[in-house]
């Protein structure tokens, strides 16, 4: 026979962990919609008068506000094979979910030994690749030296670069406000919310340095680099969780979240 008062306590316990699902499947939904939405994006032709704009301050933050609003309207122009594009980043994502408890308690011990070792250390060595605030004063001087070198080719990718931080880094804080999943080295387990407090969902480090590979693979077009480059991006995302500053879900979800502003 249950104790009084036992059966509506399991009750409360199984709404709050539905409710938890939701909020993390939610967040799935809303920041892949956004990266899917962008996988076979047409890039509109070159247009002279825009980058005479760039050229100038003002013309420069207007060019950011055009981007930003395209990368916000992206979702909306889902067209034929992006569907089902969509379909399959979404399942990657909802089966990391599922499993992030053990998936990243695995991580964590095979980072203790092996090979999962030298991963975690070329991760750490590369975090500061993933923080805003230490990239974007090398890409500011990386722009206006390029500027003054009459380097055109650089110039782009280091307003590239900027411009797709910026975005993703707005969207991305939004979504942790409204989430507010908790980080594993709190002590949390992969279903705590706290809305306007955590910080987990989704990874900054992923997002940031996702758009690096990105772009860089971009403008360098050769297989090769595109697999170091994105191979340097497994890498972080291994550390990311290994060190529990995140679950597997957070990792895939600030990347695919950067890599599809990116694009955009």
């Known amino acids: 026979m249950t104790p009084p008062g036992r059966g509506s306590e399991l009750q409360r316990r199984r709404d709050t962990r ?5 909020k993390g499947l939610v967040a799935v939904l809303v920041s892949l919609c956004w990266t899917s939405a962008s996988l076979k994006a047409q890039s509109p032709p070159p247009d002279p008068d825009r980058d005479d704009l760039l ?4 013309g420069f933050v207007a060019a950011f506000v055009s981007d930003a609003w395209a990368s916000s309207i992206a979702p909306f122009q889902l067209r034929g094979d992006d569907a089902w594009a969509l379909g399959g980043v979404l399942a990657v994502g909802a089966l990391l979910y599922a499993a992030d408890g053990p998936l990243s308690a695995d991580l964590v011990e095979s980072a203790d030994r092996g090979l999962g070792r030298h991963i975690e250390s070329l991760g750490e060595t590369l975090d500061p690749m ?12 990386g722009m206006v030296v390029s500027d003054l070198a009459g380097w055109e080719d650089g110039e782009v990718v280091f307003k590239e670069l900027l411009f797709s931080h910026w975005i993703a880094g707005l969207g991305r ?31 900054g480090h992923m997002a940031t340095f996702t758009q690096v590979a990105a772009i860089l693979s971009h403008h360098i077009d050769r297989w090769p680099a595109t697999v170091a480059l994105y191979g340097l991006v497994g890498a972080m995302a291994y550390e990311r969780v290994s060190s529990e500053a995140h679950w597997a879900s957070d990792a895939w ?6 890599w599809g502003v990116a694009q955009v």
């Open 253 to 258: 979800i600030g990347a695919t979240w950067g």
């Open 55 to 58: 050229d100038r301050p003002h």
């Open 173 to 203: 804080q939004g979504m942790r406000r409204v989430l507010g999943r908790r980080r594993p080295d709190e002590g949390a387990d992969p279903r705590t919310f706290d809305p306007g407090e955590g910080t987990a969902l989704p990874s």
């Open 18 to 22: 539905a409710r938890h699902a939701a």
């Open 130 to 141: 993933g923080l805003m605030g230490k990239t974007n004063p090398y890409w500011i001087a």
